[in-house]
């Protein structure tokens, strides 16, 4: 099974929408991560259904796989980055709307996920808390992906609420394992801050996976860097991913790039094909992926 990626148009940002997508797909990229930002489809500017559409059917004529992602650092609050969270002490609602918007816009689109994350928890707020505020507000933004038919893919993130995949594995116990909340891995992250090697991280997810994030770190540095100049087992986390029959975009997430996105972008590809090769060739003869549960 070949692996597919794309790229996050985070990366893209002195781009327009529709040129960031032109380079991504001539580059040959498979599908893009796309970030709901003021100029990337902003869900709160009027005229949504029209502009959707539009995206979609430029997707369409690429030929571009999508999914959908939260981390617009400045949409919500001009003064405060990212907040606020599904756990701020305050506002937690307008993260909860953003969030049901961007479902909305992902089943508009097509798209094969809509990734978020918790936010960081104030200081001296109990973790019991932390957790209320959190399976609170994704329990609404879950309710209109099931409608929606949308599946939600929660992210691990370092510093956040929610930092590890054992993290994310208790809020989907605390909300009862809902089939449409999965997970997204960002590859870079597990060197970063997960306790587990990259493979062995992948093999706990298995088929849990519904989005994948690429780029290197190094351990306990939250820094997205290019691949090949970090710590990343990137031979064995992609083989790890064809093995666990991971079927989703694996994208580039470089957000700090952008002032080169074009070689970045193509540096990048050449490196997931060289090192996709180099895992497929690990591979036993004969060997099949492991068999994974249906997507809803």
């Not at 099974?1 to 997508?21: C, E, I, K, Q, V």
């Not at 380079?23 to 949504?48: C, E, K, M, Q």
């Not at 074009?262 to 068999?291: F, H, I, M, Q, T």
Request: glycine content about 12%; charged content about 25%.
């Amino acid at each position: 099974m070949t692996l597919r990626f794309g790229y996050g148009t985070n990366g893209f940002g002195d781009h327009s929408l529709d040129d960031a997508l032109a380079v991504i797909a001539g580059l040959g990229y498979d599908g893009v991560a796309l970030t709901l930002d003021h100029s990337r489809l902003d869900p709160f500017a009027p005229g949504l259904a029209a502009r959707t559409a539009a995206v979609a059917k430029r997707l369409g004529e690429l030929g571009l796989a999508v999914v959908v992602e939260t981390g617009a650092r400045y949409l919500l609050d001009p003064w405060r980055k990212h907040e606020p969270t599904l756990v701020s002490e305050s506002g937690r609602e307008r993260r909860v709307d953003f969030l049901v918007r961007a479902v909305r816009v992902a089943a508009d689109l097509g798209a094969e996920a809509v990734s978020f994350w918790s936010g960081v928890l104030p200081g001296g707020t109990p973790a019991e808390e932390g957790w209320r505020r959190l399976v609170e507000g994704v329990a609404p933004v879950l309710a209109e992906a099931e409608r929606a038919g949308v599946v939600c893919a929660f992210e691990p993130e370092p510093g956040m609420f929610a930092a590890t995949l054992d993290d994310v594995l208790e809020l989907r116990r605390r909300l009862g394992g809902p089939e449409w909340l999965r997970i997204t891995l960002d590859i870079g992250h597990i060197v970063c801050n997960e306790p587990r090697s990259g493979p062995d991280t992948v093999r706990l997810a298995g088929p849990l996976l519904a989005n994948v994030q690429v780029d290197d770190m190094r351990p306990g540095v939250h820094e997205h860097l290019e691949l090949g100049t970090g710590e990343v087992d990137l031979v064995g986390t992609l083989a790890a991913l064809t093995e666990a029959g991971y079927r989703g975009l694996a994208a580039v997430e470089l957000p700090r790039h952008g002032h080169a996105a074009p070689a970045v972008a193509a540096r990048s590809l050449d490196a997931l094909r060289a090192a996709a090769a180099r895992a497929e060739a690990r591979r036993p003869a004969g060997a099949a992926p492991a068999g994974r549960e249906a997507a809803p």
